[in-house]
């Protein structure tokens, strides 16, 4: 059982580096939000609210990039507007230390806003993201047994996560930072 923590931007829309940290305060992963065009980007860190936030909304996608300490890569891409009108997808591509690509799928499956669910379907395994709202926790699960659970150690100024990782052949450390910053953009 591994703990790690990491502290999310306070603009849910900056493409500012977050660092994941284990217990020692070594920094073992990083991962940011990016953006396909530079313009998107620029227009973002407006102070002008009305245009940057209305920006993001039409043109921004919910792409991100990560990379690990270990040599591990991750890549995360939104699907077309037309893949997505129904339920938001997600493509996720690792590489690893041998550059072996490998590529996987995110899916938003929520009924509720405020019971947000996500499934990641990754080689034989489908792991579920499911958020607890009034326990201000979050579980990934692959068949109903826990996989990791990620808590909120602090809310302001800067919201700050700590995650388990109970069983460690399922899931890097950076894929939970990275699927949770892509379900916090969905759902908070």
């Known amino acids: 059982m591994q703990e790690y923590t ?3 931007p306070l603009f849910k829309y900056s493409s500012k580096p977050i660092k994941i940290s284990n217990l020692e305060g070594q920094t073992i992963a990083s991962f940011g939000r990016t953006y396909r065009k ?11 609210p009305i245009l940057s ?22 890549i995360v891409q939104e699907r077309t ?8 997808k997600w493509d996720i591509l690792i590489k690893n230390q041998r550059f072996e690509e490998k590529k996987y ?18 080689e034989n395994y489908t792991l579920t ?4 709202m009034f326990k201000r926790t979050a ?10 659970e990620i808590k909120v150690e602090k809310r302001f100024p800067k919201p700050r996560f700590s995650f388990v990782i109970h069983r460690e052949n399922l899931i890097s450390p950076l894929e939970i930072g990275v699927l949770y910053f892509i379900f916090n953009m969905q759902f908070d």
């Open 105 to 122: 799928f995110l899916k938003d499956i929520s009924k509720v806003k405020t019971h947000g669910k996500f499934l990641y379907e990754k």
């Open 38 to 48: 530079k313009w998107i980007e620029i227009i973002s860190k407006l102070p002008i």
């Open 81 to 88: 507007f037309k893949e997505n009108l129904v339920r938001m």
């Open 53 to 74: 936030e209305g920006v993001i909304v039409f043109f921004g996608k919910k792409d991100c990039r990560g990379s690990a300490q270990s040599g591990e890569e991750l």
């Open 139 to 148: 579980y990934i699960k692959s068949d109903g047994m826990l996989v990791a």
């Open 129 to 132: 993201i499911q958020k607890e």
């Open 6 to 8: 990491f502290t999310l």
